[in-house]
């Protein structure tokens, strides 16, 4: 920070009349350098900081205090909610109000005493102002007689390090099923496309894609889109989602601890995936958010957690949250503006001024490590505790990334055409079997089977069967191909040899051929049915069963209905 003469240097020359007859200098027919020089040499006596010190009250002294255990400086949003604003004045009004001696709040009284002064500094969330203690006045403030007396050998840190928890419940550890999900969804990509709406599936794509994934949680998908399209895997043109070919073979060869790594690093510099966003009970207006850059609350997250939590331990997220609130709340907002931002609650209130602080800053920080974080490996969690993990660890630089081996499994290949691929067969693999089948299942043994649809599916992409054969024999080895499935590629060798359709009708069936007979041969009756499928039975036409159940019981005929 500033030395004491760079800050009367920088400061309104109004305020230097004033901090001479608090210092006691004597200022007559001086211009502003030399008042500076002798206001500077009075302020850095130990005798005149003394005297200024005493003449504080306890509430002056503890805002004083509470800056010199921060290590000399505080966000002055946070300053002021802590000890009052600050009236800056020109000199008609200074003399007017007098705030030297009838100062509106604690940090008033230290300002126009030259105890604390203002400045700015750049930050990812934009300028911030800044209250501080200037650098060499703090040896000369009498500190030492209070708790403080080793500020200046060990300032206490601004973001006092938590203590672990001993004991936590319902444990939940992390794991990496993020990349499983991901894979599936390029597959899903590769096969269909589907459409994006902003950064989100639309509701039909989504309810198609939801069942073949690990985890039921739409927010979660909506992040693998998110973190699939920083990742430079997915692509996105006219609103329709598809794969980026080559990136996503790249990124499905890797072993499993770098495609981790690559999409936390995808997170960390995301702009397409809004966390804010995507907080439960938080609605963000799309135009009420200018200038929103998601990466500056993130990158203060990777320094909250590297300076304040244990590196190994559990620690209280709710304790995590509150630390951060009272050391450095305006962690995501510019000059820490509180009512520019447009946000509804669940119950459609808008959610400003700093009373919201919990219900949006504190619940985006509780979303990034009970969501993102642990969605990619980086936390475990249980009931109000989360503990980083090794890839967390490594996340924050605190560690190198971990490249633990990998059991690769092979590919269950049935006789009856079911193929069973566990977790541990290579993703890549996994991929170039969802092209050319039709999916059953997801979980630790994702089910496909190898039918006529998935060989017709195969084909549309370009891949016929001499490619399915080879990739069989690949995984197989030295087993032959089930000879079901052998006889079954050698059908489709030349495509389908014949075109039908199925299709999901009502059937109108009678206990003797004499009852069709008069329904057939009745006006009232025939209008409702089509084709004929044999003496007592007849196809009926489209929507059109409860009419005809109606017309039959004017002719007093009785209907049964089944399955309907």
Known sequence: MKTVIRTLTDSDRALLPVLAQVWGVKIDNLNAPEIIDLLAEAMLDPAHAEKVWVALNDDQRGALLALLSSGGKMAGTMYSRLFGDIRHMGAALIEREQPQHQPQSSAEALFYRGLIAQTFEQTDAGARPIIYVPDDLIPVLPSHKTAYENLEAEPTSERPEMGALEDVVNIKQADTSIVDDLTTLLAFLQLHGVQVDEDDFSPADREALQPHLLQDDPIRLAFLLGVGLSADLIAVEDGRATTRRAETRRWLSEPRAQQVHMLAEAWRSSTVFRDLWHVPGLYPEPSGLPNYDPTVARGALMNFLGEIVPDQEWWSLEEFIEVVKHTDADFQRPGGDYDSWYIRSEAGDYLRGFESWDAVEGALLEFYVTGPMHWLGLTDLADDAARLTAYGR???????????????????????????????????????????????????????????????????????????????????????????????????????????????????????????????????????????????????????????????????????????
Do not use: C
Request: no cysteine; charged share 20%.
């Open 394 to 564: 490594a996340f924050l630089d605190m560690i190198a990334w971990p490249a633990p081996a990998e059991a690769e499994d092979k590919i269950l290949v049935e006789e009856d055409g079911t193929l069973r691929v566990s977790r541990r067969v290579a993703r890549i693999d996994r991929f170039q079997v969802a092209r050319f089948t039709s999916w059953v299942s997801p979980g630790d043994q994702y089910t496909y089977r190898l039918d006529g649809s998935g060989i017709a599916q195969a084909d549309r992409q370009g891949i016929n069967t001499g490619h399915i054969t080879a990739f069989l024999k690949r995984v197989l080895g030295e087993e032959p191909i089930p000879s079901k499935l052998a006889q079954l590629l050698q059908n489709w060798q030349s495509g389908p040899t014949a075109s039908v359709t199925l299709e999901g009708l009502i059937v109108l069936r009678t206990t003797a051929p004499e009852t069709l007979n008069f329904i057939l041969e009745t006006p009232a009756l025939r209008r409702y049915l089509g084709a004929q499928l044999g003496p007592m039975a007849v196809i009926v036409r489209a929507d059109q069963w409860d009419a005809l159940r109606t017309a039959l019981g004017e002719q007093g005929i009785h209907t049964e209905l089944i399955g309907l």
